[in-house]
């Protein structure tokens, strides 16, 4: 049974900095498309970064960020651990959210990743993160 499970929320004050992980069971994470998305009170769900799949050799994934996140946040995959992360650097007072990980479950190793919603069908339970002085 795919499951994803995020941890690393918390409370950080504005330019300070939080690692979500996102570990997957069930599955390989690091050959399919994965994401992170985000969904503020009163907001939309949002995506925020993808990473396509590996290739199991020399391919590891390429990034793709919105651009209100690019330059602070970095995504990247553990293959040993099965995990999916999100380093976010330098918050600002925009970012809080619930913060979710998705899979499409599509092994696409070199063909890029978008953040359409309705692409993604497995998801995390969301880990919540703040951002206040």
């Known amino acids: 049974q795919v499951q994803l499970v995020e941890s690393g929320g918390g409370s950080v004050q504005p330019g300070g900095s939080l690692r979500l992980s996102c570990k997957g069971f069930?599955?390989?994470?690091?050959?399919?498309?994965v994401a992170w998305f985000r969904q503020a009170p009163g907001k939309e769900r949002e995506g925020v970064a993808c990473i396509d799949g590996s290739n199991g050799r020399s391919y590891h994934g390429t990034p793709y960020y919105i651009d209100s996140v690019k330059g602070r946040f970095t995504i990247s995959k553990d293959d040993a651990n099965n995990t999916l992360y999100l380093q976010m650097d330098f918050l600002k007072p925009e970012d809080p959210a619930i913060y979710y990980c998705?899979?499409?479950?599509?092994?696409?190793?070199?063909?890029?990743?978008?953040?359409?919603?309705?692409?993604?069908?497995?998801w995390g339970q969301g880990t919540q993160v703040t951002v206040s002085s």
């Open positions: 069930g599955f390989t994470l690091p050959y399919y498309r």
């Open positions: 998705a899979t499409d479950l599509v092994l696409n190793a070199g063909y890029g990743c978008r953040l359409e919603l309705r692409k993604y069908d497995r």
